[in-house]
């Protein structure tokens, strides 16, 4: 699957230029035109910033006179469709509208600039997750990000959530990005052909990173503190879990499989926790007249928003390929988890085979759990040993427990739950 991703300021201030890229020519008003003709991308995404309302603003008498800010973004949306279409036949598969900052003819808009970078990590990697979806034999990612007519943050903070991305997807997917910048168009010169240069190609390597956060998801902004307790409220409201997504994720990093998947927690809820977080996001968006249109954003998105998004695509990996959370887990489970996701490491991938070996030459695992520490002929510690819990892949031998009926079976020790979930959360990065 090829996905062409393409980041766009205010298209209607473009001028016709000759661009010219892998041995082709054509005259157009951006480098998407002849990018699509020499790619063939099976989906094609443009991603701007919700400011370039400002220029359409006006022709929504209504919306002056009742602000609205869904409309706002669908003015937005509207202006990149229309664009397409008239000037390139074709209507993009997404378009992704980011939150922006600054002031502008007839708006200002007022908030976190890294809110741009939560919003296109979330619609990206929702974006992808429903595509694969209805591509069930899909194995291959290839993503080309055009960025000549990126302005601002905008390149910089969607190549940074894209890369994330992407690094998740590489667990179980063979992933390549070409990122392509044209050269820069001089009115004062005006050049008679605009080169596309290829400035990175290469293969994405497994990646993921997470954060031990005390943010939300969403946190108020400076001068607004009192929405606090109705955002803790909110999230109480929809059970959102961080703990849970913190363990998950640590498991995952660390390639712990009987811990990943205890931990594991469901795509559907997943999205319906991102998509609950954004509304209540958008409703702490206020927007007034005052002469110029005054976009307010109230809140701003946290760390803990990009683990929750980062959470979810681990787990769309994780249930593509047949997992589902368990309580007792199959050492087979164990086997397929290693084969399949964490196959491409090296190092966390041998550690796992010498567990599961340890385990198989077993000859006196009991039908009914015991430690695995007993097992052995050793006596049960109140503790975990740190160092052995990360070194043999979260098979510690006293907060693991086992049995054999018809297949091996693992659990955890549930007197060291708590235990093994601070080692989990404290190997986090703290910030």
Request: glycine share 4%; charged share 30%; hydrophobic share 40%.
């Amino acid at each position: 699957m090829k996905v062409l991703i393409s980041v766009w300021g205010d298209p209607e201030r473009w001028d016709d230029v000759n661009y010219e890229y892998s041995g082709k020519s054509k005259r157009s008003k951006d480098a998407i035109d002849l990018v699509r003709e020499v790619e063939r991308p099976d989906k094609v995404v443009i991603i701007c910033v919700d400011t370039l309302a400002d220029n359409h603003i006006y022709s929504y008498e209504a919306l002056y006179s009742n602000p609205y800010y869904p409309d706002i973004k669908s003015i937005a949306e509207s202006v990149i469709k229309n664009f397409c279409q008239n000037q390139f036949g074709f209507e993009p598969d997404k378009v992704i509208v980011g939150y922006g900052v600054g002031e502008f003819e007839k708006t200002i808009f007022i908030g976190d600039a890294q809110d741009f970078y939560y919003q296109v990590l979330k619609e990206l990697a929702l974006f992808f997750g429903e595509v694969l979806d209805e591509n069930e034999e899909e194995n291959n990612i290839e993503v080309v990000l055009d960025i000549t007519h990126g302005i601002n943050y905008m390149p910089t903070l969607t190549y940074r959530a894209l890369r994330e991305i992407l690094g998740i997807f590489a667990y179980s997917f063979k992933v390549r990005l070409k990122v392509l910048n044209a050269e820069p168009y001089i009115r004062q010169v005006r050049p008679e052909k605009l080169s596309i240069h290829v400035i990175e190609n290469m293969k994405i390597l497994p990646y993921l990173n997470a954060y031990n956060t005390d943010e939300r998801p969403i946190e108020p902004r400076e001068d607004y503190k009192r929405i606090g307790r109705i955002i803790d409220n909110f999230l109480s409201q929809i059970s959102y879990n961080r703990k849970n997504i913190r363990f998950f994720l640590s498991a995952f990093i660390h390639a712990l499989p009987v811990f990943v998947i205890s931990y594991m927690i469901g795509t559907s809820t997943l999205k319906d926790w991102l998509k609950s977080i954004s509304q209540k996001f958008e409703e702490f968006i206020l927007v007034e007249a005052k002469g110029k249109i005054e976009v307010r954003r109230i809140s701003k998105f946290g760390t803990e928003f990009a683990n929750l998004v980062k959470a979810y695509l681990v787990s769309f990996i994780l249930e593509r390929l047949g997992f589902s959370k368990k309580t007792d887990v199959p050492l087979d489970d164990i086997k397929n988890i290693k084969r399949k996701v964490f196959g491409k490491l090296d190092v966390e991938s041998n550690r796992i085979d010498k567990e599961i070996s340890d385990i198989q030459n077993l000859s006196n695992i009991p039908q009914n759990y015991q430690s695995y520490i007993q097992i052995l002929g050793g006596n049960l510690s109140n503790n975990i040993d740190k160092r052995n819990f990360f070194a043999h892949a979260g098979f510690e031998h006293n907060v693991i427990e086992l049995r054999k009926t018809t297949n091996i079976e693992l659990r955890i020790n549930n007197q060291l739950k708590q235990d093994a979930e601070n080692l989990l959360e404290g190997a986090l990065a703290k910030i």
